[in-house]
């Protein structure tokens, strides 16, 4: 589960007490992980189980932080991992679009979101 504080630069994210299955006894990382808010996010650092948590988390930061365009990494693979990143993406009411990045910026291994931004003519 992943926490944002209301003008924070960071997502927490903090193991659910009421979940035993959420807690690994063999974590080197038991404490909740500070994620930095910046105009990329390496989506590899995260169990496929978390994905659609930091995305949600990760946009309402950028959005919040005024980010036009942010690239979410996801890798190459046979594109599962893309694809889901794209339904996210897709189903967002902050996502203006989104395309998989040039080749000097990951190619199909990573995807550009252009956002929109609250009371902002040119996103809204």
């Not at 630069?9 to 992980?33: C, G, K, L, N, W």
């Not at 590899?44 to 365009?69: K, N, T």
């Not at 203006?96 to 929109?116: H, K, Q, V, Y």
């Amino acid at each position: 589960m992943f926490h944002r504080a209301p003008g924070a630069a960071t997502i927490r994210a903090v193991t659910d007490p009421e979940d035993d299955d959420s807690i690994d006894p063999a974590s080197p990382f038991p404490d909740p992980v500070e994620i930095p808010i910046e105009e990329s996010i390496d989506l590899h650092l995260f169990r496929p189980s978390e994905i659609g948590d930091v995305i949600e988390g990760y946009l309402e930061a950028a959005i919040e932080r005024r980010f036009r365009e942010v690239r979410l990494i996801h890798g190459r693979g046979r594109g599962v991992q893309r694809n889901r990143v794209q339904r996210l993406l897709a189903r967002h009411p902050g996502v203006e679009r989104f395309a998989d990045a040039p080749g000097d910026r990951g190619g199909w291994g990573a995807t550009i979101a252009w956002l929109r931004l609250p009371d902002d003519p040119q996103t809204s």
